[in-house]
């Protein structure tokens, strides 16, 4: 069984990384979309809340869980016996960092293979930090976001 994990803060979910974790689903047994528990990063929305809008975004999807976790990536992986990571890339510039962690992933966990995802170029600008400052800011984000998550950044 093919198990890939695509790990994220997601804070919040866009539709990028819904694309993602779509194709990513036609590919493997199983994607488990991992919330990342980093008290070092100021979250908008709380884990829970999180897990919640992604939940909801893939309810009706079979191949998709959706869970938390804390710690090492590859700890978690082997717990979960995922042999895959998937990672997302937008632009060029998110290569670098992906390309050391993968790596270092790799050194960690040798037989964990990471793979990256293009994003579709109609999302190649999008990020969740432009969501929230779209949003804060009054602007229309339901073609950014699953309607999940649009709701949940409108009541806030």
């Known amino acids: 069984m093919k198990v890939a994990i695509y790990p994220g803060s997601f804070d919040p ?3 990028g990384h819904v694309d993602i974790i779509k194709r990513a689903s036609e590919l493997f047994d199983k994607v488990i979309v991992a919330v990342i528990r980093n008290p070092e990063k100021k979250a908008r929305f709380s884990l829970d809340e999180r897990v919640e ?9 079979k191949l998709v869980e959706v869970d938390s976790f804390d710690g090492l990536l590859v700890d978690y992986a082997k717990k979960k016996k995922a042999n895959i990571i998937v990672r997302g890339l937008r632009a ?4 670098d ?8 992933n790799r050194k960690m966990a040798p037989k964990i ?5 293009m994003t579709d170029y109609k999302y190649s600008y999008l990020s969740s930090s432009f969501v929230k400052q779209i949003a804060r800011l009054g602007g229309d984000i339901s073609e950014l976001v699953p309607s999940a998550v ?5 009541s806030k």
């Open 53 to 61: 809008m992604l939940q909801q975004s893939f309810r009706t999807v």
């Open 92 to 95: 060029v510039s998110d290569f």
């Open 113 to 117: 293979e990471t793979l990256f995802f």
């Open 150 to 154: 649009a709701n949940k950044l409108s």
């Open 13 to 15: 979910i866009t539709n």
């Open 97 to 104: 960092y992906e390309f050391q962690m993968a790596l270092t």
